[in-house]
DNA sequence: CTGCTTATTAGAATAGTTCTAAAAATAATT
DNA sequence: AATTATTTTTAGAACTATTCTAATAAGCAG
């Protein structure tokens, strides 16, 4: 069996590297968490993610998955996205991108192209340095009216 | 006395052909919320608006702000800005622009420089147009850790 | 007027998220 | 190893912004 197929050692090991790079104390519930999350390039609510692990057989508390996906946000291991106020997406992609979103079919999709302003920096309001460009392009379908 | 003075019936008129220009039916409460919604450019919650319309000894139900300011920005007289799960703010300012939020003390402050991509366009996903381009720069105060 | 449609209302209901206080796990210290 | 301190997790309650409900009111057409 080649190293390529333990997938989930591999990954483990990644990981836990990763929390740690990051400043994220790589605990079980939060290494169960993001194996879930990181598994591929995905936008999930908290509550789908909490779902999801559950998939998984293991168990882990709705309130674990709040504060961990808060903390992987602060920690800029993920992005949060806010869509409206009941719909809060994290992208387990956190590299420099954009997104659609559908307002008739709530999809929300990456976009690849580089658009925002870098060279907005020096503009910044007095005192400030900046956090994150959320920048979300709503669009609508043709047929709707 | 100069027309000029006579601010609150100019404003008047000119709210009650700025909702009927949009397809809204100018009712008294939606004048009366529109009144304090566009006697300057804002940002405000749903329950600021509502205390304000209160504040002018007009009464107005909540559930008709948010109805109101629900069809106002489908009707594209404002704007509405989600900056997290708990903070909605409406923009009293239609005109395309973007927004500066600085997430430790919560000023969320226009942009006077047009820095979207409109030249984005063309690439929108198959079957859909554009509805709004929302871009929210986040920044944190330099001396906050 | 009379009926028909649209708008408003109070308050209940909902949904997403945060809080609380206790238990459990982990780490540090003797 | 035993003890103490710190951090994390947990269940469920609490909270908050928003939407829903179903009744009333207002506006309009015949």
């Given at each position: 069996?080649?190293?390529?197929?333990?997938?989930?050692?591999e990954?483990n090991?990644?990981?836990?590297e990763?929390?740690?790079?990051?400043?994220?104390?790589?605990t079980?519930?939060?290494?169960?968490?993001?194996d879930v999350l990181?598994?591929?390039?995905?936008?999930?609510?908290?509550d789908?993610?909490?779902?999801?692990?559950?998939?998984?057989g293991?168990?882990?508390?709705?309130?674990?998955?709040?504060?961990?996906?808060?903390l992987?946000?602060?920690?800029k291991?993920i992005r949060e996205?806010?869509?409206d106020?009941?719909?809060t997406?994290?992208?387990?992609?956190?590299?420099?991108?954009h997104?659609?979103?559908?307002v008739?079919t709530?999809?929300?999709?990456d976009?690849?192209?580089r658009l925002?302003?870098h060279?907005l920096?020096?503009?910044?309001?007095?005192?400030?340095?900046?956090?994150?460009?959320?920048?979300?392009?709503?669009?609508k379908n043709?047929?709707?009216?």
């Open positions: 069996m080649e190293l390529r197929d333990q997938q989930p050692i990954q090991r990644n990981i836990t990763m929390l740690n790079a990051h400043g994220v104390n790589p079980k519930q939060r290494r169960l968490i993001a990181f598994a591929r390039n995905q936008h999930v609510t908290a789908q993610l909490f779902d999801a692990v559950k998939q998984t293991s168990r882990v508390s709705k309130a674990t998955v709040y504060n961990t996906l808060g992987f946000a602060r920690k291991l996205i806010f869509i106020a009941t719909r997406f994290y992208d387990s992609n956190n590299s420099h991108h997104h659609f979103y559908n008739d709530g999809d929300l999709i976009i690849k192209e925002a302003p060279f920096g020096p503009n910044l309001p007095d005192g400030t340095a900046m956090e994150v460009v959320d920048l979300v392009i709503r669009v043709k047929n709707a009216e």
